[in-house]
C-alpha cells in the first residue's frame, strides 16, 4: 500500500460505507430496484421467507415499501437484465457482469466437482435444453432422489454442472425454481464473446466490490467475492499494482500497523463527506451485503452478529430468524420475526447493551410497523424484549 494513506475517523468510514450501500443519501432511491442491483453488484439469494425472501428485504431495506411483485419483476426482466451465478455466495447479478465470472466458470470446468460428481448424461440435458426450450427440474424428473436436501437426482447436478460451467443460465424463477436456458440465448452476444482472463476477471471484480462496501480491507474483499488460492495472491497482487481502481486508507481501530494504510476505498466514495440524505431506518436481512461479513459488521458498527437457525433451539439467544434493525446509521438491536396470519410477531426484540428504551423505543417501532404493513400485516405482537419495558413502548396498534 502506499505509505501515506488518505486517514479516515471509524465513523467516516461506517458513513461512506452506508452511502455506497444506498442506506444513506438523498439518491439513494434513484432508479429503483435495477440501479440498487447495480450499485450493491450482488444481492445474496436464500430459499428462507419469514416476512419476504432475503433479496425483496434487501430492496425493501434501501427503497422502502416498494411492492414485492414490482421487485421480482426488476430482478427478472425478459430480455434479461439480470443473472444467477457465485458470487458471495448465489446472487442475483447483473447481466453486463457475464464476462467476469469467467474465472469462475473455467474453474468449475477444470474440477469437474462442485458438490456431487457430474454425472454421465449432461450432454443429454443440454440438447433437451436446446430442443425444448427453458425448463427446470421439475421438466426432468424432479431435484431431489427422495433423501435429504442434498440427495440431488443426475438431472439436477447435470442442470447445476451446466449452469456452473456456463452453458445454462438462470434468469428467472418460477415458484422459486430455477428456469435454465442456454447462456446464447440469455445473454446478449457481445457479453457472451467477452472471454476475460483470470487477472481481468479479479481486477474489474474487485472494483465492483470496492465500491459497493465503499471501505474494505483485504478480508472484506474476500469474503465479497469469495477467493482462494491463486485467486486471491491475484488480488493482492491487483490492489498493490492499482489496477483495480481503489487507493489505500487508514481507518482509525481497524486492524493494521500504525502508520500504513489498513483499508481500500473507492475514491469516488471519498470526494464528499456523505451527511446529506435521510438514514434509512429498517430491519435487515440476515443476508443483506451490509453485514455479509460478521467481523466486518463488528469493526464497522460494534455488533456482534450470528445467524441462529443452524443452532440448537435450546442453545439460541436471540432468535431462529435474527434481523438486525438500523437506525441513525447504527445497528440498535435486533427482532426475531414470524408471521401469524395478518399479525407480525416479535418473538424476541433486543436492544443493544447501553442503548435507551425510551430514547430508541419509537426507532424501534418504525422499524417493525414499516416492516409489518409493507408485508401486509395490521397488527404487532411482541412476546419477549430485552429491556422489556420495550413491550409496552412498542403499541400493537397502529402508531
Known sequence: MSEHPTDLTADEARRVILRSQGLIGADARKGGVHAMLRRLGAVQLDTISILARSHELVAYARLGAVGRPKIERAYWHDPAQSFE???HAACILPIEHWPLYSFRRRAYRERRFRWHEVPDGVEKLLDQVRESGPLTTSDVGGAKNGGPWWDWSDSKI???WLLDIGELVCSRRVGWRRVYDLAERVVPADLLADDLSDEECIIRLAAIAGRSLGVANRTDLIDYLRLKGR???ILDEVLLSGATGLVPVSVAGWP????????????????SEPRGGRHRTTLLSPFDSLIWHRGRTERVFGFKYQLELYVPKHKRVHGYFTMPVLAGGRLIGRVDPAREGTTLVIRQL???PGLSPAKYAGALSDAVWSAAE???CDAVRVERADPPELIPLLTTQKP
Do not use: F
Not at 256 to 271: F, R, S, T, V
Open 85 to 87: 451465478y457465485w458470487c
Open 158 to 160: 447435470g442442470l447445476e
Open 231 to 233: 485467486y486471491a495472491a
Open 374 to 376: 409493507w408485508v401486509g
Open 256 to 271: 493494521g500497523k500504525k502508520g500504513q494504510g489498513n483499508a481500500w476505498a473507492d475514491p469516488a466514495a471519498l470526494e
Open 350 to 352: 433486543h436492544l443493544e
